[in-house]
């Protein structure tokens, strides 16, 4: 299987600190996406990176992606409360479904 | 922004009925999925719509499970008998085709007790 897995499985930190999630996978894919989910509500997308990309960026988000190492990291800067939920990745071949990881539990405090 | 909406939010059922969560996709997309998700769990792949057939399902999806498109926009799970392991959190997606269609978008939910 082409499983996504995230580490740690929870983080804490405070409101402006940075947060770090990783993610393994271990077969080829086409992209690696990472959605947020916050308590008991819907998946909201993020951010995706094809396989053919190293790193890239939305706002405070940065995404890098190590083929070699088949793997992934999500880098939250200058967190807020707001960011807390739970993150995860899921990664595709082209036009397959989405295979998800277990996700990290993500805690800001103020 | 368009969005994919869910009904009900909520369902509760008593084990051995049936049970149909309604989905609309996005107006202009053209690939359907359900997932769901057990309490505490991760998100898990059941089945792909496309062209009005299924595309890809996943072992959970047996023959319990249906999917259907009655119309030009509704996007249907039907549950046969539902079983007391069915109560999940199920999610619809959709998205577009080629570059652009790597996104899947997802809906809020729908959570499912099974009693």
């Known amino acids: 299987s082409q499983q996504g897995e995230e580490d740690p499985q929870a983080l804490s930190i405070q409101e402006g600190e940075n947060a770090t999630m990783n993610c393994s996978y271990k077969t080829s894919i086409n992209n690696l996406q990472w959605y947020r989910q916050n308590s008991g509500r819907g998946l909201v997308h993020l951010i995706l990176i094809r396989s053919n990309e190293r790193e890239k960026h939305s706002g405070r988000l940065r995404v890098t992606l190590d083929t070699s190492k088949k793997s992934s990291s999500l880098l939250i800067t200058a967190s807020r409360a707001a960011d807390t939920a739970s993150y995860f990745c899921?990664?595709?071949?082209?036009?397959?479904?989405?295979?998800f990881g277990k996700g990290t539990t993500l805690s800001v405090s103020s | 922004e368009p969005e994919v909406t869910q009904t009900p939010s909520h369902q509760v059922t008593q084990m051995g009925q049936e049970v149909i969560l309604r989905c609309v996709p996005i107006s202009n997309h053209l690939y359907f999925y359900w997932y769901r998700q057990i309490l505490g769990q991760k998100v898990e792949f059941l089945v792909s719509?496309?062209?009005?057939?299924?595309?890809?399902k996943s072992e959970i999806f047996d023959d319990q499970f249906s999917v259907e498109r009655p119309d030009g926009s509704n996007f249907t799970l039907k549950i046969r008998s539902t079983k007391l392991e069915d109560s999940a959190m199920y999610f619809c997606?959709?998205?577009?085709?080629?570059?652009?269609?790597?996104?899947?978008?997802f809906g809020p939910g729908t959570r499912l007790l099974v009693l």
């Open positions: 899921a990664t595709a071949q082209a036009g397959t479904a989405l295979i």
């Open positions: 719509f496309y062209n009005n057939e299924i595309s890809e």
């Open positions: 997606a959709s998205r577009t085709q080629g570059a652009a269609g790597e996104t899947q978008y």
